[in-house]
């Protein structure tokens, strides 16, 4: 029988180190190379290509267009509510589920997955169907005057449900690895519950807490299909900058809509540069747990 083509070297610390032969480690890294080269790279190179097709001051004139700061200004405002609101939820939610055992535990974590298995799109019509004015609670939110869908309360609540699990999902297995030791002698000590969450609890979950809120926030910025569903499209009330984007490429207004692309594109570099220090970190804490 042939020998296997994987070698074991080393032994430091009980530690082995598989070496592929050469060809293979080079095709492999080739081919993670083209990937990256394709579906990343060239991805956006193309969109900053195309918003500097025609120069500074297009590119500038079209980032400063009414339309655009109005997009952009609601997706700010959508984030800076779904994020925190989100934060508070998986903060609790994932203290909770590490920490305690109580009746309810294994639907709470399927419910914290539920958008993960959910199309935006459909999560955006549940909404239409029990706010929008044929809906479950439409007659009543009309004799109120009050309006959800079509308006910035229903991009919230879209961009909520969307990106609730992230914080959640981040923080129940970092929580989970580290343990209730540190809390139980803390109380042992003389320490309340809160005491505890804040000097014990909170400083050890801070990096993964970042990480969560990191990941929160790009997805609530660059959330379509919800939103899309739920804004009704109206130009300069109601878009985000999804949206506009989409809005501004239809009508064939090239230059401005990647313009407004790269916003995006410069928010998702600055979140992979951050976001890898923040797993860099919470990777570190957890081996020294």
């Not at 994987?6 to 032969?21: A, D, F, L, S």
């Not at 939103?227 to 207004?253: A, K």
Request: glycine content about 6%; proline content about 5%.
């Amino acid at each position: 029988m042939a020998a296997p083509t994987t070698t074991y070297t080393g032994k430091n610390n009980g530690n082995h180190r598989i070496t592929e032969p050469a060809p293979v480690r080079w095709l492999l890294t080739a081919i993670a190379l083209a990937f990256l080269a394709l579906f990343l790279a060239l991805p956006l190179a193309a969109v900053f290509s195309q918003a500097f097709a025609k120069g500074w001051e297009t590119y500038l004139a079209a980032l400063w267009e009414p339309d655009t700061l109005s997009s952009v200004k609601l997706t700010l405002i959508t984030a800076a509510v779904a994020v925190p609101l989100n934060l508070v939820f998986g903060v609790i939610a994932s203290w909770a589920i590490a920490k305690f055992t109580f009746p309810g535990k294994n639907l709470l974590i399927t419910l914290i997955d539920l958008p993960f298995s959910v199309s935006p799109v459909i999560s955006g019509l549940i909404y239409v169907l029990i706010f929008g004015r044929q809906g479950w609670l439409g007659p009543w939110l009309d004799a109120h005057d009050i309006k959800i869908v079509f308006a910035v309360p229903g991009i919230i609540l879209a961009t909520i449900f969307v990106t609730f699990p992230f914080i959640a999902r981040e923080l129940i297995p970092l929580m989970e690895a580290q343990g209730k030791d540190e809390e139980e002698a803390a109380l042992v000590l003389g320490a309340s519950g809160l005491q505890t969450f804040l000097r014990v609890t909170l400083p050890n979950i801070k990096w993964g807490i970042i990480y969560g809120v990191i990941l929160c926030n790009a997805r609530a910025m660059g959330e379509f299909g919800a939103v899309s569903v739920v804004s009704g499209h109206i130009r300069g009330s109601t878009n985000t900058v999804p949206l506009h984007v989409e809005i501004l490429y239809n009508e064939y207004n090239y230059t401005a809509a990647f313009a407004v692309a790269s916003l995006l594109a410069l928010l998702a570099l600055v979140t992979l540069v951050v976001k890898t220090v923040a797993e860099w970190k919470v990777q570190q804490q957890l081996e020294r747990e």
